[in-house]
């Protein structure tokens, strides 16, 4: 079967528009059960009574922000080291849902802070580390948005997805070693409770939910990427002619 | 070819040396204003200072920036740069370099003297010199990325801080640490060595991506 | 099916108060993508029209690119 067709957008549009219905629903259905799992199921936890059952939605998004992230910087390497337009395209698609899971980790992590650590923000090392990718993803969308050559756009965009892929791990170290050292007399963080069964169960239903999600978001915003690209082209070699 | 490049860089910056003294001034004056909005109070500025000092020079760093490439791509000078048969990362690494030793080494310098205003002990001072010279050619390494990216770009200076501020963050927690440590009384020299680490690994990857950057923002 | 406590033990307003939000943000980025469709969708239909009425592409305005939204 010949795949390369599909690098085409024009070929790729009509092939996302069939998808998105079925990630839409599925991920819709399974949002639906894993909320099940973890309000219905999942036990009330002994240290942190209900108030953890923000988890079913914190450590999803949390991945979440961080998958996004590195699909972002591979689609984006790739577009470049391939001159793959469709490649970029998705790159760029994909950095809005990426912020906006970092944010939604973020103001739950902070929600579920304050009634278990006492205060909305702590400076643990995680929380510092997804409010820095934070703002590696709103340096690539700035980025983006401040280039009008399309083209320039998504290279440039790409040398800094790479950079920050990069650093990322570096920067989760850097920020882990500053945690520890400044520990001391600050607040002792409760880790995440024991995973019993059906949290584990309800948080991976939760991520899989997630993940559709995003996949159905990414491609309509992908679809829209296509067809204004494909304007501004047509309209440019009309004013042109 | 790279020994060119920085005598030519280190010659220009000379004739406009008003600039370089802009970014020095900028950093004495910032590092001034913590103590005029948190108070005199010795102890507390003492704990501050490591802090405090690296930030300012992390900004200062970011204004000087601009200077790196831009003035290249005016007159011209960039794209002939492109066109040399010299490896584009040796340019890069001179011009760097250069960058290096005219808006980053005035702030080791002067950082003692802005350290005595925070009363910071003696061997104290002598750390935060050698975290800033090990942690200043990761500000401009790290910077000249940026400052490729966005060359030509509306929105200047802001967008290269939101870019390459947060890849700074490393550089800032082990230079500022390696201070800290020292007036704790512990030993800064894990810090250091991370610090020198991030530095070797930034010498490595950064004038690659610098390059690639300037050729796709030439285009 | 045993209902869970839906005060959440007094920490409603951060249980609740964390799905909500969620809801929000998936709320808002599928209005504003529908926005965007429709916007585009309303632009092609503007050029089709003007490409078969043949008028002089001479008014054509230019507009910056939005790779992002």
């Known amino acids: 079967m010949n795949l390369y067709k599909y690098a085409s957008p024009a070929t790729f549009y009509p092939l996302a528009g069939k998808m998105i219905p079925w990630f839409a629903i599925t991920s819709a259905i399974l949002f639906a059960v894993g909320m099940y799992v973890g309000f219905f199921i999942a036990p009330t936890d002994f240290q942190q009574g209900d108030a953890y059952r923000i988890i079913f939605i914190h450590v999803p998004a949390a991945w979440m922000a961080m998958f996004l992230y590195v699909l972002m910087a591979i689609y984006a390497g790739i577009g470049w080291a391939f001159n793959a337009r469709l490649s970029s395209m998705m790159a760029s698609a994909i950095a809005i849902t990426g912020a906006m899971f970092t944010l939604l980790s973020l103001v739950t992590g902070a929600l579920w802070g304050k009634p278990t650590w006492g205060t909305y923000w702590a400076w643990d090392a995680r929380m510092t580390s997804t409010l820095i990718l934070l703002f590696l993803y709103i340096g690539f969308i700035s980025l983006q948005s401040a280039i009008d050559d399309t083209r320039r756009a998504d290279r440039a965009g790409a040398v800094l997805a790479l950079v920050g892929v990069i650093n990322v791990p570096i920067i989760y170290f850097s920020v882990q070693w500053w945690n520890t050292l400044h520990q001391g007399a600050t607040i002792r963080i409760l880790g995440k409770p024991t995973i019993a069964g059906p949290m584990l169960a309800a948080m991976l239903i939760m991520l899989a939910a997630c993940w559709l999600y995003s996949v159905a978001v990414v491609l309509i915003r992908l679809r829209c990427i296509i067809l204004e690209r494909e304007q501004n082209a047509s309209r440019f070699a009309e004013v042109n002619a | ?219 | 099916m045993n209902w869970p406590d839906l005060s959440m033990g007094g920490y409603g307003f951060y249980v609740w108060g964390s799905y909500i939000f969620a809801l929000v943000l998936i709320a808002w980025e599928v209005v504003s993508l529908k926005q965007r469709k429709k916007t585009l969708r309303q632009q092609q239909h503007a050029q089709q029209e003007q490409r078969s009425s043949s008028v002089s592409p001479a008014v054509l305005t230019g507009s910056a690119n939005e790779t992002t939204s």
């Open chain 2, 1 to 219: 070819m790279l020994r060119w490049i920085v005598w030519r860089d280190l010659t220009l910056a000379w004739r406009r040396r008003a600039d370089i003294l802009s970014t020095v001034f900028f950093f004495v004056i910032v590092v001034s204003l913590f103590p005029l909005g948190i108070g005199p109070e010795t102890q507390l500025l003492r704990s501050i200072a490591p802090g405090v000092i690296w930030v300012a020079a992390l900004l200062a760093s970011m204004l000087s920036l601009n200077r790196l490439f831009a003035n290249d791509l005016q007159d011209g000078t960039l794209e002939q740069l492109l066109l040399t048969p010299q490896p584009l990362f040796l340019v890069v690494m001179g011009k760097v370099l250069a960058h290096w030793i005219v808006s980053e080494i005035p702030l080791v310098l002067i950082a003692p003297l802005v350290g005595l205003q925070f009363d910071i002990p003696g061997e104290t001072l002598l750390i935060l010199v050698v975290s800033l010279l090990v942690g200043t050619p990761v500000l401009s390494l790290i910077g000249s990325v940026g400052a490729a990216l966005t060359l030509g770009l509306r929105g200047g200076g802001v967008l290269i801080s939101i870019l390459v501020l947060p890849l700074y963050i490393p550089a800032l927690i082990f230079g500022a640490g390696a201070v800290e440590a020292s007036i704790i009384g512990a030993s800064p020299a894990p810090h250091l060595y991370l610090l020198g680490a991030f530095a070797i690994v930034s010498l490595i990857f950064s004038p690659w991506a610098t390059a690639a950057a300037l050729r796709i923002s030439l285009e």
